[in-house]
């Protein structure tokens, strides 16, 4: 089942009746059922939400994302306790060897070069060599093929773009960069609460990343198995430059973002909407820490 997102970006008070999310505004009351909602997003200070419809929402694992002052994710809440077997889940990943978190990086760094290559393929109609440049990745990603990938990609993205104003920007992939960086990092924020959910869903601890390492980060795993999925938003925001004029986040654009929780992708045998897919991944990776599997089960974006 397709899980709603919400965007909740007017003042609103928020409270639970009958398994219900009661959303109450100025002018409108409504609600919606609690186990059909995948992502609450609030983006404005001026919201409540009751400690019981934050902990009914939680138990059914809906991801609740608040942003800050300026518009981007800043925080989630996730569930703690939503596999049967935790206990052992997270021995399992706690217990991981040195060898395996290597293997698992070298094979998520190969699909997201490659993703990349594909996409830009797709928006240049030329081919790249993004394939031999995965074919180099080594355990753990010694030689930085990452690096090597992200600085060729980036340097030619917006070359072919049909907006003039994307052709004519010096642009550097930046956290705290001009436009379209602040598109790029709204859509990396929901695509790492939408991954976090997912890990969090399959009894993982977000916390203990395979490569990512620091103190302060509290969504190291998500970090990290997000990487090959990043495509789906730039795919998305090359999109966006292309279709409006607007060089700051509005409500539309912002639930044009959140389309890519819905969007297809494909498996060998079926295709799936991105939020299902990420759970798939989850659960292999789990599986991978368990030792039932040897590889994480990466979906296509494009078929």
């Known amino acids: 089942m397709i899980k709603r997102t919400l965007l909740i970006e007017n003042k609103a008070s928020l409270s639970t009746k009958n398994l219900q999310l009661v959303i109450k505004t100025e002018t409108r009351e409504t609600t ?9 997003v609030i983006d404005n200070a001026e919201t409540y939400i009751s400690i019981p419809a934050m902990n009914l929402m939680i138990e059914n694992n809906t991801a609740i994302i608040i942003c800050n002052t300026n518009h981007l994710p800043n925080g989630m809440f996730l569930n703690l306790n939503s596999h049967h077997i935790q206990q052992e889940i997270f021995r399992n990943q706690i217990e ?104 969090s869903g399959s009894g993982l601890l977000n916390t203990l990343g395979i490569h990512h390492k620091s103190k302060y980060n509290a969504f190291a795993l998500a970090d990290d198995i997000m990487e090959p999925f990043r495509p789906i938003v730039d795919e998305k925001v090359y999109e966006l430059m292309n279709n409006y004029k607007e060089q700051e986040l509005n409500t539309q654009l912002k639930s044009e973002m959140l389309q890519i929780l819905t969007r297809t992708v494909y498996f060998k045998e079926e295709k799936s909407p991105l939020m299902v897919a990420l759970q798939k991944t989850a659960s292999s990776l789990q599986q991978c820490y368990s030792g039932d599997r040897k590889k994480i089960k990466y979906p296509k974006l494009w078929n």
């Open 32 to 40: 919606v059922p609690v186990e059909d909602i995948g992502f609450l």
């Open 96 to 199: 991981a060897s040195l060898p395996l978190k290597k293997q698992l990086w070298q094979q998520t760094i190969v699909e997201k070069i490659k993703n990349q290559g594909l996409l830009l393929e797709k928006i240049t109609n030329t081919k790249n060599h993004f394939n031999y440049l995965a074919g180099k990745v080594q355990s753990g990603d010694t030689s930085n093929m990452e690096g090597v990938a992200a600085s060729q990609y980036w340097k030619s993205f917006f070359d072919q773009s049909d907006s003039e104003r994307a052709k004519q920007l010096d642009f550097k992939r930046e956290r705290f960069g001009d436009y379209p960086n602040n598109f790029l990092n709204y859509g990396y924020a929901i695509l790492r609460a939408a991954t976090a959910r997912a890990l």
